[in-house]
Structure formats: C-alpha cells, structure tokens
C-alpha cells in the first residue's frame, strides 16, 4: 500500500478550503477564479490551482457551456470525489478553463481565518 503525504498549505495562506470529510487542505483563497460555477451536486468553485487531489482519467462530457473532456478529481487523503479537473474544452470561449480546477461547495470548508 502505498502512503500519501498531505500537504499543508503556509500559515500565510491564512483563508483557505479543506475537504470537509477529512479537513485535508484543498486550495488558498488567491487560488479562487470564480464562485459561479454549477456541479453535479449544487454550486461549485473554480480554482487555478488545488493541493491534495489526485485525479482520475479523462472522458468527454456535455456540461452547461458545451463538450469539454474532464477528469473527476478526489481528495487524496479521504478519496472522495469533489468535482472535476478541465482538460479541454472544444469551444474557444470556454479555453479558459483548460488546467483548472471544479470543486463542489458540498465537499469543502472554509478554514482559517475567514470571519
């Protein structure tokens, strides 16, 4: 079996989103491009960049904005599923997304410093 190694995000990351299953630290605020997003369970967020998840393969899938090939990406720690990574998307509008990161708002918390 092998063992996987959480990462921790710097105390100076003082708002950030954990899993809320297991707490592992998921993203850094300064990571969050836009809280308008829709899952597969209810609303979502789009990050440039997370920590802890591990990612599955890609397949296609028509989602609200058209065809995009997306993999499902989980927590690394706890294995849960939280939402989806973009590999690629098939219309030049939606190219912007290409690299980053769905996480659905039913499987994080905010941590640190948040009031």
């Not at 708002?15 to 299953?21: A, G, M, P």
């Not at 369970?41 to 397949?59: H, I, M, S, T």
């Not at 997306?70 to 989806?84: R, S």
């Amino acid at each position: 079996m092998v063992k996987t190694f959480q990462k921790y995000l710097p105390n100076k990351c003082h708002r950030t989103y954990s899993c809320v299953h297991c707490r592992a630290h998921l993203a850094n605020h300064d990571e969050l491009i836009s809280k308008s997003f829709q899952g597969s369970q209810g609303r979502a967020y789009l990050f440039n960049d997370v920590v802890n998840v591990g990612c599955g393969p890609a397949e296609e899938r028509v989602l609200l904005t058209g065809l995009h090939a997306v993999a499902d990406i989980f927590c690394e720690c706890c294995k849960t599923t939280l939402g989806w990574k973009y590999e690629h998307a098939f219309e030049s509008s939606q190219k912007y997304k290409e690299g980053k990161f769905i996480i659905e708002l039913a499987h994080m918390i905010k941590d640190n410093g948040w009031e």
